[in-house]
């Protein structure tokens, strides 16, 4: 990997709804309109606003992106995107992908420089941690190649197992 591309990567670990960049990544259900883990906190951190704005938008097909602003969260913007049910979906490895890609997408239509991913899809949808992670590391690896305008990607992990087998990916 490209140096210059490693740098424009970072591993943390802690809560997404802390961190201060222009955008983080919620892991939504296709109502947009809340539910458990990442998506319950960011709901909570940002505030009724947020649940406000989402309503209007009427839901995201699995795969795809939607932005909100951030509210009381420290970032200026929420990009929601819907991960595949690892069980119920013919190709999860595609969705996933493409869950990446048109949040990094909708970061550059909106100038966005910095921008926080959770581990889209591995708690209650089940994704393969490792298998997750490959395809999150190596999506955003390719977008970055071709796209300098987006500063910082990081990868912002709740637990220390995930923390640890991002670090891992990154590595390698």
């Known amino acids: 990997m490209e140096k210059n591309i490693r740098e424009r990567i970072e591993i943390l670990q802690g809560d997404i709804t802390r961190i201060k960049v222009d955008a983080i990544v919620n892991a939504a259900n296709n109502s947009l309109l809340g539910g458990g883990g990442v998506d319950g906190a960011i709901h909570d951190a940002a505030g009724p ?65 910095t921008i926080a991913f959770p581990a889209i899809s591995c708690g209650i949808y089940g994704y393969p941690l490792e298998d997750a992670c490959k395809i999150a590391v190596d999506t955003v690896i390719s977008f970055l190649k071709n796209h300098k305008s987006i500063e910082k990607v990081i990868f912002m992990l709740f637990s220390a197992d995930s923390y640890a087998i991002y670090q891992a990916r990154l590595a390698s």
Do not use: F, M, Q, W
């Not at 929420?78 to 595949?84: K, L, S, W």
């Open 49 to 113: 606003k947020l649940l406000e704005e989402c309503r209007t938008i009427g839901g995201c097909p699995t795969g795809e992106a939607r932005i909100t602003k951030g509210y009381n969260l420290p970032a200026k913007y929420v990009i929601h995107t819907v991960g595949p049910i690892y069980d119920e979906e013919p190709d999860p490895a595609t969705l996933l992908a493409s869950c990446y890609k048109n949040s990094l997408e909708l970061a550059l239509k909106h100038s966005i420089k």
